[in-house]
């Protein structure tokens, strides 16, 4: 397990940016595939991105895919949610967590393939 928290979520205009961040402890966080997901209120969490142990593979659901970007760095135990063109519906709580499994994310998982989770970062667009 990988404990983590979240920062950098806030309320921003429709069209602008923010780049979210994930703090990890321990020495787990580079051997781990990680990912963002997202809960508006009254709806379930949904999946946002993931990115391999290295870095090397990415996979971002259809709904953010050429707006949001993932990252990280694991010289800094960190991994980044880079949004641009965040639109109202954007809006949610986000939160990030490790992946129970080996190897890489390569189709829609579920919330339950993941663990660990933060307690998520507001981010709230504005039309």
């Known amino acids: 397990q990988v404990p983590v928290v979240e920062s950098g979520g806030g309320l921003v205009q429709a069209g602008g940016s923010l780049r979210l961040s994930c703090a990890a402890s321990g020495r787990t966080f580079s051997f781990s595939t990680m990912g963002w997901f997202r809960q508006a209120p009254g709806k379930e969490r949904e999946f946002v991105a993931a990115i391999s142990s290295t870095g090397s593979t990415t996979y971002h659901a259809d709904s953010v895919k050429g707006r949001f970007t993932i990252s990280r760095d694991n010289a800094k135990n960190t991994m980044y949610l880079q949004m641009n063109s965040l639109k109202p519906e954007d809006t949610a709580v986000y939160y990030c967590?490790?992946?129970?499994?080996?190897?890489?994310?390569?189709?829609?998982?579920?919330?339950?393939?993941?663990?660990?989770w933060g307690q998520g970062t507001q981010v709230t667009v504005a039309s």
């Open positions: 967590a490790s992946y129970r499994f080996y190897g890489a994310v390569t189709t829609t998982p579920r919330v339950s393939d993941f663990q660990s």
